[in-house]
């Protein structure tokens, strides 16, 4: 009985092994996919950051060099943000 679990478990191990072997490349690429997704969420979170500043900025010292310099800021990244997306 004992042969028997250890002949078992040898021949899981092996199956286990061999289906790594076959599927690498899917499971080295697995990691990949969530990367993209993760980046358009910080180009998101980037983008509100910015225009809360911007906001700011506007109402305290009016349309300044600064201000155009975030509104630049902010296209951008919204062009990123749209690059990406669209290559998903």
Same mark, same amino acid.
């Given at each position: *009985? #004992?042969?028997?679990? #250890?002949? /078992?478990? %040898? *021949?899981? /191990? %092996?199956?286990?092994? /061999? =289906?790594?072997? %076959? +599927?690498?490349?899917e499971?080295?690429?697995?990691?990949?996919?969530y990367?993209?997704r $993760? @980046?358009?969420k910080k #180009? @998101?979170? $980037?983008i509100? @950051?910015?225009?809360?500043?911007?906001?700011?900025?506007?109402k305290? +010292?009016g349309?300044?060099?600064? /201000?155009?310099m975030? &509104?630049? &800021?902010?296209?951008? #990244?919204? !062009? =990123?943000?749209r &690059?990406?997306? !669209?290559?998903?």
């Open positions: *009985m #004992l042969k028997l679990l #250890l002949f /078992a478990g %040898i *021949m899981l /191990a %092996i199956l286990v092994i /061999a =289906l790594a072997y %076959i +599927f690498r490349h499971l080295g690429t697995l990691g990949h996919k990367e993209e $993760d @980046r358009i #180009l @998101r979170h $980037d509100k @950051r910015k225009n809360i500043t911007y906001d700011a900025h506007i305290k +010292f349309a300044t060099v600064e /201000a155009e975030l &509104e630049e &800021e902010i296209k951008e #990244l919204k !062009q =990123l943000k &690059e990406l997306e !669209q290559k998903k």
